[in-house]
């Protein structure tokens, strides 16, 4: 263990007698004659007389008959008082030292110590350490393992009650949750904390969900782009670092995470950021969530007998002004392009008139591995279970409305080991008829190594799209190795992903068939 006795300093100086009333007068005069320590006071009591203070001088002044202070100083503080030279020992233990100190004086010589506790972005260093609220995370180098508990106790001990936990990540991430292990090393075995982020309150498990507090400005950075009103689909959500600030921008957010703990996260900060009738979570696979939310569902087939195909991207956008009409009992639905400034609204494309309840249009999906946010399980809805003014419930009949198989405007891919091979997965998934407006924007996060470039992503991206990327659009966001870095790719969703599958089943129903 840790023998605290071995960082004790001690220090034999010189202190003047004073009464405590010229303690002021004397600190002005001696100026730059007075101790000089952190967080040590140079003005302490005379342990003999309450009425005097003792003056701690400088450890430069080693002589106790002051001559290594100026005359003039010492002739000025002497017709204020009289003075008396006393000597002062003073001792600065474990206690008195910081962490960089004391690890200094424990690892190995030549060993790079962090300067900070916050995040360290040198890769030399031999422990890395990353604070979470009340956790310290450290990655400790193999050389360090013999001296893990040392250094657990030195972070804790010089950062409590701030830091009531240290861990370190253990082995290499082989989950498919990209989930590290941790092993406790001091402190409370607690692992649920909560983190906040530019006004969002993020509570998490950290050894259950994957958390990275660097990421912060990107995340800020992405959703500064999205405009209220729009949808958003996140495909790799986890605890909702771009879920939750786009919600409390005013996006619909459809978010999904195949970690079950994190979509159970996800539902709890969109609650604590009261946005839960903003956001949907979802617990399955990405491909599968992309897939179902894409799908047209067969309530929406069998009332539409006449969906026209819709305008390409590099058109206008249009919208769609839906009349019911009644001609011998059978409905129809009438189609009219109208200026471009009154689609930015997604209530505008959904027709109070349709033969069909909105609520049917959610998206079809399995009751064991989809889990929603608004208590979808139960037969409630957002607007069923949450107490608030008519703007809320406003909000809430947004996500409950929304049709994501006729338009979504961004996608996010946060899983930069492997979301390139995901983009398969928007091969011929929306189908032409369907879709009005723009194709969604694309997010996709990436790692680029020295040896590879940003042509060569942009060809594994069509490769695995199958479709040309135009305009690609490059973002470096963080360097993870000296020769990796992460990046964020966005593009437009090319037109050769549509489906251009015209044949549905319509059933058409008429009064009195």
Partial sequence: MLDESKFDVHLKLWALRIPRELCKVATRILNGYLLDKARIKPITEDPTCEKNRYVILSD????????????NKLDELKGSCKIEVVPYSLTLGYSYWGADHVLKQILPPGVEVPSSFETIVKYSVYVILFFFC??????????????????????YDKNYPRIKTVVNKVGTITNEFRVPKFEILAGQNDMVTEVKQYGATFKLDYGLVYWNSRLEHEHMRLVSQFRAGETICDMFAGIGPFAIPAAQ?????????????STRYLKINAEINKVDDLVRAYNMDARNFISQLM????SEIKTEPDVPQCRTCEEDEIQVNEESKSENGRQTVEVKEVPDNVTSNLECARGSSRKADASVCAVKRSSSNCQEVNGIAD????SGRRKGGTNKRMRGSDISNAKTWEHVDHVIMNLPASALQFLDAFRGIIKRKYWKGSLPWIHCYCFMRANETQEFIVSEAESALNASIQDPIFHRVRDVAPNKAMFCLSFRLPEACFNEDNTD????SAAGE
């Fill in 379 to 382: 037969g409630t809805g957002t």
């Fill in 295 to 298: 799908a047209v569902p067969d």
């Fill in 134 to 155: 009340h956790i310290a995370h450290l990655n400790i180098h193999e050389e360090l393992l013999p001296h893990k508990d040392v250094i657990a106790k030195v972070i």
């Fill in 60 to 71: 430069k002044v080693q002589n106790p008959d002051l001559s290594d202070i100026p005359d």
């Fill in 505 to 508: 089943t319509i059933i058409h």
């Fill in 249 to 261: 921008k005013g996006c619909v957010v459809y978010a999904n995470d195949l970690n079950p703990d």
